[in-house]
């Protein structure tokens, strides 16, 4: 799973349609992952979000999240 900081607005829909509760706000207002080991890839966050700041490996959860600024 990859998160844009730069294009995301921190406007909470990927957290309210994660349905294993992966994401969260950070302390810097911004999306983060708090549980990338509950990532299933069901691609939900990376669909909701009206930014395309949230890119999921099709198919399955990365190993990794990481962070594009």
Do not use: H, Q, W, Y
């Amino acid at each position: 799973m990859f998160i844009s900081k730069e294009f995301c607005k921190s406007c909470r829909i990927c957290i309210e349609f994660c349905p294993k509760g992966v994401l969260s706000l950070g302390e810097d207002l911004k999306v983060s992952v708090k549980n990338p080991e509950e990532c299933i890839g069901c691609l939900i966050c990376e669909e909701m979000c009206p930014d395309f700041a949230i890119s999921v490996k099709r198919g399955k959860a990365d190993e990794k999240t990481s962070f594009r600024e």
